[in-house]
C-alpha cells in the first residue's frame, strides 16, 4: 500500500506570496491532519479534515486555510507569505476509528 | 503552555544497551500516547502507541510504559542498534479529532 504523499518537497516563495501544497492519504484513510514544524515551536497541529469537512483547527491565523476533496486528497494554502511561515508541513492520515497517523515526507517552504 | 514536555533534548547510549526515551504530559484528557521515530528530510515514523487502559505495550526491541498517575511515559529500546539514532517523538491524543500534541524531541545517537 502505497504511504502518505506530499508534493512539492520543496518550495522557494518571497514575503507576500501565496503557496498551495498537496496531500494523497493511505488508501482508505479518510482523515488528513495537517502540521506545522519550526526549530522553534516543534510540531504544531494545523488542522484536520475528514469527508471533506474541517472537524478541527489549531491556533494559526486565517492566512493559512485547507480543504478536502471527495477522494480524501487534501490541499492547503498560505496566503500572504510571512517569513515566519518557512518551515516544515507534514500532512498525515489515519483510519476513522484509529488514532495512529501516518505522516508523509512533508513540503519544504522556504519563504524569503 | 506545553502539554507533552520531553525534558531530554539528546541521549547518547551504547550499542546493545537499553535506551530509554521519558515524556511528560500535563492534560488529563489524554487517552492514548504515540512514539514516532524521525530522520532528517523525512516525515515521522510511528513506532508504539498505548491506549491509557494499559500501562504497558511491547512490540519487538521496543516498549512502551505509562504511568497515569505521574503523567510520564517512556520508551525503552533494547538492545539499543546504530540504525536507531534519531530523533524520537512522543505524542498525545484526547477527544479533539485527528489532533496529536507533540514533544519537542530527543535525539538518540547510538554509538558502534
Known amino acids: 500500500k502505497a504511504g502518505v504523499t506530499q508534493t512539492p518537497r520543496y518550495l522557494i516563495k518571497t514575503r507576500g506570496q501565496q503557496v498551495t501544497l498537496s496531500c494523497s492519504p493511505i488508501s482508505g484513510h479518510r482523515s488528513v491532519s495537517w502540521y506545522q514544524q519550526t526549530p522553534g515551536q516543534g510540531l504544531q497541529f494545523l488542522f484536520e479534515?475528514?469527508?471533506?469537512?474541517?472537524?478541527n483547527k489549531g491556533n494559526f491565523p486565517g492566512r493559512f486555510s485547507g480543504r478536502q476533496f471527495s477522494n480524501s486528497r487534501s490541499e492547503m494554502n498560505v496566503s500572504t507569505l510571512e517569513l515566519g511561515d518557512s518551515a516544515l508541513y507534514l500532512c498525515?492520515?489515519?483510519?476513522?476509528?484509529?488514532?495512529?497517523?501516518?505522516f508523509g515526507a512533508g513540503t519544504r517552504l522556504s519563504v524569503l | 503552555d506545553q502539554q507533552v514536555k520531553q525534558n531530554s533534548p539528546s541521549l547518547s547510549v551504547q550499542e546493545g544497551r537499553i535506551s530509554i526515551l521519558n515524556c511528560d504530559y500535563t492534560n488529563s484528557m489524554f487517552d492514548y500516547f504515540l512514539w514516532y521515530k524521525k530522520y532528517p528530510a523525512e516525515g515521522p515514523t510511528f513506532l508504539i502507541s498505548?491506549?491509557?487502559?494499559?500501562d504497558k505495550n511491547e512490540d519487538g526491541r521496543f516498549t512502551v510504559f505509562l504511568n497515569k498517575s505521574a503523567k510520564h511515559l517512556s520508551l525503552h529500546i533494547v538492545p539499543s542498534q546504530p540504525g536507531d539514532s534519531a530523533v524520537y517523538f512522543c505524542a498525545a491524543s484526547g477527544t479533539s479529532y485527528g489532533k496529536l500534541t507533540f514533544g519537542q524531541g530527543t535525539i538518540l545517537t547510538v554509538h558502534p
Open positions: 498525515a492520515s489515519s483510519l476513522t476509528q484509529e488514532n495512529i497517523q501516518y
Open positions: 479534515y475528514f469527508s471533506e469537512t474541517q472537524r
Open positions: 498505548i491506549s491509557s487502559i494499559k
